[in-house]
């Protein structure tokens, strides 16, 4: 039996401009974008209608699951929770990260995000979630176990991103001491002696494992169809680097050299939506606004923070002279998902499917109004 929605009076964002007009979602899929207002269906009242957020990084599950150091609270209940706070920030397709690599001093033990894993996915199943869950695995890959944790998931159709990680001293996210001294010292209350038995380790593990791992998962991922991401990437080097592993998602870099090349030779260049919001990056590192001011941003994710993702395109819209609004939505929309071969969603386009959300924004934060998964209203 065919089901349509008509939404009425809206400013439809598409990637080149703003329609003010109505749709027409049939069966899960736009059917139809026209000028003017229909005499039926939902008045939106001048609200903005953009497409469903596709956000491609997000460590929010993990506060959810582990709220307190060493506290594990229950799977279901932390992905529901989750869940929930991803759709009403207009996220539709979330790539939740899980974590391979860990030891004694943090991370979580082998097993425990396969566990994890199947938990999003039983959750789908018994329609508990609201949002498209998918995974991306962030692998540590100086961190000896790496391996082990990453052939947990060596079947799973749900893992569509992995990203290269290593968060040794004195390169890449911590290319000073002093970020990395706040970050490890005193978070973790590690007295001086402590504290350098910890940097020789580390350091050890990098040296030992990194180019091997890093070799090693880019190659399973190429097997497998999987796009794969950089991390934090400070050099040109590291880019050359990332180039030889296939990378199409450089993640967060730390220098404008990087990014500047990572986006010349096609890649995405990812930032944090919270960074836009702050100004600045938490651990000192590059602008994610200067970086939009240069042309080399492509995509933005939520990080830490999912109404971000909605916040930071109209601040870059507000206040970068080159970004008109469109274009600030493709970074959380159109282009993460063509990054990861979603091409089903990201826009507003016939035929495409009904990821939608209406957003109401005078000026300051938006609110999310409503929000449509495949022509279902979810939130």
């Not at 968060?167 to 002093?178: C, I, K, L, S």
């Not at 296939?246 to 990572?262: C, H, I, M, N, Q």
């Not at 609004?325 to 386009?349: E, F, Q």
Request: glycine share 8%.
């Amino acid at each position: 039996m065919t089901t349509e929605t008509v939404l009425s009076n809206a400013r439809i964002v598409l990637e080149d401009e703003i329609v003010n007009g109505s749709l027409l979602i049939r069966d899960g899929r736009i059917a139809d974008i026209s000028e003017g207002n229909s005499a039926n269906g939902e008045d939106f009242e001048g609200d903005y209608l953009i497409p469903g957020l596709v956000e491609l990084h997000t460590d929010h599950l993990e506060g959810h699951y582990s709220p307190r150091p060493g506290l594990r609270w229950n799977k279901t209940a932390a992905i529901q929770a989750h869940d929930a706070q991803i759709v009403t920030s207009g996220i539709t397709t979330v790539f939740d990260c899980l974590r391979m690599g860990a030891d004694e001093d943090g991370g979580f033990e082998h097993g425990e995000m396969r566990e994890m894993a199947d938990a999003i996915q039983k959750a789908e199943q018994e329609g508990r979630l609201r949002a498209e869950h998918l995974i991306h695995l962030r692998c540590e890959v100086s961190a000896d176990n790496v391996l082990a944790h990453f052939a947990d998931f060596e079947d799973d159709p749900y893992v569509r991103l992995v990203s290269l990680m290593d968060h040794a001293p004195g390169q890449r996210q911590f290319q000073t001491m002093d970020q990395y001294v706040f970050y490890y010292q005193k978070k973790r209350g590690l007295s001086d002696e402590a504290f350098a038995r910890f940097i020789e380790k580390r350091l050890g593990e990098s040296a030992r494992n990194s180019t091997p791992h890093r070799s090693a998962i880019a190659k399973v991922c190429k097997e497998r169809g999987i796009t794969v991401a950089s991390h934090d990437d400070a050099t040109l080097a590291h880019v050359d680097e990332a180039i030889e592993n296939g990378v199409r998602l450089a993640e967060f870099p730390t220098s404008f050299d990087a990014a500047k090349a990572s986006h010349t030779h096609g890649m995405s260049v990812l930032m944090g939506a919270p960074n836009v919001v702050r100004g600045k990056s938490h651990s000192g590192n590059i602008a994610a606004r200067d970086l939009a001011e240069r042309g080399v941003l492509d995509v933005l994710s939520s990080d830490y923070v999912p109404l971000s993702l909605l916040y930071a395109p109209f601040i870059l819209a507000d206040e970068v002279e080159t970004i008109s609004l469109s274009k600030a939505i493709a970074m959380v929309t159109a282009t993460p998902a063509r990054t990861v071969s979603l091409n089903d969603r990201g826009r507003i386009d016939t035929g495409l499917r009904a990821d939608l959300v209406r957003v109401f924004r005078d000026e300051g934060v938006p609110v999310t109004r409503s929000v449509w998964r495949e022509g279902r209203r979810v939130a």
